[in-house]
Nanobody
Framework: QVQLVESGGGLVQAGGSLRLSCTSS????????MAWFRQAPGKERDMVAG????????YYANSVKFRFTISRDNTKNTVYLQMNNLKPEDTAVYYC??????????????WGQGTHVTVSS
């Protein structure tokens, strides 16, 4: 049973930055594509960024491109999401998950608790 643990969320003013972290118990990430997702209140969960496992190729949703950066440290079994120039519309609960392809919304494991990000205007 893989348990995903996200952390690093918080309250930040518009234009600020946060770095989210994701780790797991039970299985290593090193051979799996990984992705970050978010779910705003009253909306569906969307995929915002993905990273391949073999060559660190990345994917970003248009809404976060050039502001967010996904990265991974396989030695620490951790995936990161650096979020810069945050906007109020980035307010959501952020989740990570392994995916079948780093460009596709295809989560593999059960969802963790997520980490809350609130951006004030």
């Amino acid at each position: 049973q893989v348990q995903l643990v996200e952390s690093g969320g918080g309250l930040v003013q518009a234009g600020g930055s946060l770095r989210l972290s994701c780790t797991s118990s039970g299985r290593t990430f090193s051979n799996l594509p990984m992705a970050w997702f978010r779910q705003a209140p009253g909306k569906e969960r969307d995929m915002v960024a993905g990273i391949n496992w073999s060559d660190d190729s990345t994917y970003y949703a248009n809404s976060v491109k050039f502001r967010f950066t996904i990265s991974r440290d396989n030695t620490k079994n951790t995936v990161y999401l650096q979020m810069n120039n945050l906007k109020p519309e980035d307010t959501a609960v952020y989740y990570c998950n392994a995916v079948k392809r780093y460009t596709d919304y295809a989560p593999i494991h059960s969802w963790g608790q997520g980490t809350h990000v609130t951006v004030s205007s």
